[in-house]
């Protein structure tokens, strides 16, 4: 099992950048894939990015590709989301997910972080 926090959230203009970082505890954090995933307000969850135990493989979501980048540190349990050329549509609240295996879709994670809050303003 592992517990998992995010932070780094906040606002910030388009065209901007934030760094979202999520802390894992537990003994089996390398063990798992890791994503994070994003739900803007009355809109189902939505895969962002994802990452294999060893960092081999990354996914992202088609509109985050060419902007977002997903890295993890296994030593010190984090993995972090690095958002540039950020746009209003962005604007959501963004969880941090451990799953067993890569994968997009998001009811396909077993654990969740509480979510941080990215507010892009145009």
């Known amino acids: 099992q592992v517990q998992l926090v995010e932070s780094g959230g906040g606002l910030v203009q388009a065209g901007g950048s934030l760094r979202l970082s999520c802390a894992a505890s537990?003994?089996?954090?390398?063990?798992?894939?890791m994503g994070w995933v994003r739900q803007a307000p009355g809109k189902e969850r939505e895969f962002v990015a994802a990452i294999s135990r060893t960092s081999i493989d990354r996914y992202y979501e088609e509109s985050v590709k060419d902007r977002f980048t997903i890295s993890r540190d296994n030593a010190k349990k984090t993995v972090d989301l690095q958002m540039n050329s950020l746009k209003p549509e962005d604007t959501a609240v963004y969880y941090c997910a451990a799953r067993r295996g890569m994968g997009k879709d998001p009811m396909e994670y077993a654990y969740w972080g509480q979510g941080t809050q990215v507010t892009v303003s145009s």
């Open positions: 537990g003994r089996t954090f390398s063990s798992y894939a």
